[in-house]
């Protein structure tokens, strides 16, 4: 079993969407939560940081982490066609990070 | 602005060649960290450094080796490039306590 799990997509929506993009996880000692945005042929930027269950918002991003389920969430609003890119969510292990394999998002215009 | 940089970003090369990728930051930060990533798979760990000669190798079977002689600099070699090491190679870091890290733009390796 992977430790994270995260659904590839690729997932298109119309401008101004709200896009939801989500990963599972199995270790119940990941602590700190993160998200990466990546555009092509660039590396991935961290986005948002969560450590502990409950919602952070920053602008139009809001990450949100249900340790009960293993369950994390980022919630796109008013989606743009910069938004375009691959998203992947990370979880802090021992020695390093673990990522899913990241959702493709298309955000048409 | 990136602060932290790879080179090549693009390397075509044969069977058997020795290749070094190069990894420089810019942010005084202590930890560096190599990850391999695949279309569609997520990215592995392949070594990590926590400091100027601490290198440690990650979860994933690796062939290549690193050095980390200065704070900045984190290059990773090939002695011998077979067309399985065809992938893409990120350099990462991240300054001690934090769990974000800074990511360069990659090295896409190609061995023909």
């Known amino acids: 079993q992977k430790e994270v799990e995260q659904d590839p997509g690729p997932l298109s929506v119309p401008e101004g969407a709200i896009v939801s993009l989500n990963c599972t996880y199995s270790?119940?000692?990941?602590?700190?939560f993160m998200w990466y945005r990546q555009y092509s042929r660039k590396g991935p930027e961290l986005l948002m940081y969560?450590?502990?269950?409950g919602n952070k918002e920053d602008g139009r991003f809001t990450a949100q982490v249900d340790k009960s389920s293993k369950y994390i969430s980022l919630f796109i609003r008013d989606s743009q066609p910069s938004d375009s890119a691959t998203y992947l969510c990370?979880?802090?292990?021992?020695?390093?990070?673990?990522f899913g394999t990241g959702t493709r998002l298309t955000v048409i215009p | 602005e990136a602060d932290i940089y790879q080179t090549p970003r693009y390397l075509v090369i044969g069977t058997g060649k020795k290749i070094t990728l190069e990894c420089s930051q810019t942010m005084g930060h202590d930890k560096m960290y190599w990850y391999q990533q695949d279309p569609g798979m997520e990215l592995h760990l392949i070594h990590y450094s926590y400091g100027v000669n601490s290198t440690e190798k990650g979860d994933l079977s690796s062939e290549s080796t690193v050095s980390r002689i200065r704070t900045e600099h984190f290059p990773l070699t090939l002695e011998s490039a077979r067309p399985s090491h065809t992938s893409q190679y990120l350099c990462a870091s991240s300054p001690t306590g934090a769990y974000g890290y800074t990511f360069g733009s990659g090295t896409r390796l190609t061995v023909v």
């Open positions: 270790n119940s000692a990941f602590q700190y």
């Open positions: 990370a979880m802090s292990g021992a020695n390093n990070l673990f």
């Open positions: 969560t450590y502990s269950s």
